[in-house]
């Protein structure tokens, strides 16, 4: 099935949870990020049970430090 992350389309299997998402999109860490599916926030805790569906869009959002 077809997501869109940050703007770039992705095809993932069928029954892809948000962790396995990560897993496929993320090239580093999953460390200081927070994630919205159709700009709703997921908890982390739900990472692992959240199932996406075709066309979600995923928004990855890295915390970084300064002020």
Do not use: F, R
Request: net charge negative; with cysteine; glycine share 6%.
């Amino acid at each position: 099935m077809e997501i869109t992350v940050n703007q770039q389309n992705y095809s993932v299997s069928d029954a892809c949870s948000l962790q396995q998402m990560i897993a496929t999109v993320l090239t580093q860490p999953a460390k200081g990020i927070a994630i919205a599916v159709n700009q709703e926030i997921v908890p982390k805790a739900n990472w692992a049970t959240h199932l996406l569906n075709h066309g979600d869009h995923i928004t990855i959002i890295k915390a970084t430090q300064g002020g």
